[in-house]
Nanobody, 120 residues
């Protein structure tokens, strides 16, 4: 079991910044990757960024956020962050932290989400 708790969402103006945090607990050693998804109102959930926690630590970014968002991890705190800069109204969504276990092809555990609203 892995528990994920997000924080850091809020209301920001276009061009502003926010940093989301996701604290992980539980079966940390069984994790393969941590990721951030988002779900805009009325749309499907999409993967924004992911970070592999195994040796090598590869990252992935959706094209829509490349150059504006950065995923990072603090091993000591078992926390993954999503630094979001140059925010746009289209970034408005509920952001979810997710954990993928070793041997799994999909994300297995999800946080409850944190709302990010970018005003025009």
């Amino acid at each position: 079991q892995v528990q994920l708790v997000e924080s850091g969402g809020g209301l920001v103006q276009t061009g502003g910044s926010l940093r989301l945090s996701c604290a992980a607990s539980g079966s940390i050693l069984s994790m393969y990757a941590l990721g951030w998804y988002r779900q805009p109102p009325g749309k499907q959930r999409e993967l924004v960024a992911s970070h592999s926690v195994v040796s090598g630590g590869s990252t992935y970014y959706a094209d829509s956020v490349k150059g504006r968002m950065t995923i990072s991890r603090d091993n000591a705190k078992n926390t993954v962050y999503l630094q979001m800069d140059s925010l746009k109204p289209e970034d408005t969504a509920t952001y979810y932290c997710a954990a993928r276990l070793r041997g799994s092809a999909a994300y297995n555990y999800w946080g409850r989400g944190t709302q990010v609203t970018v005003s025009a």
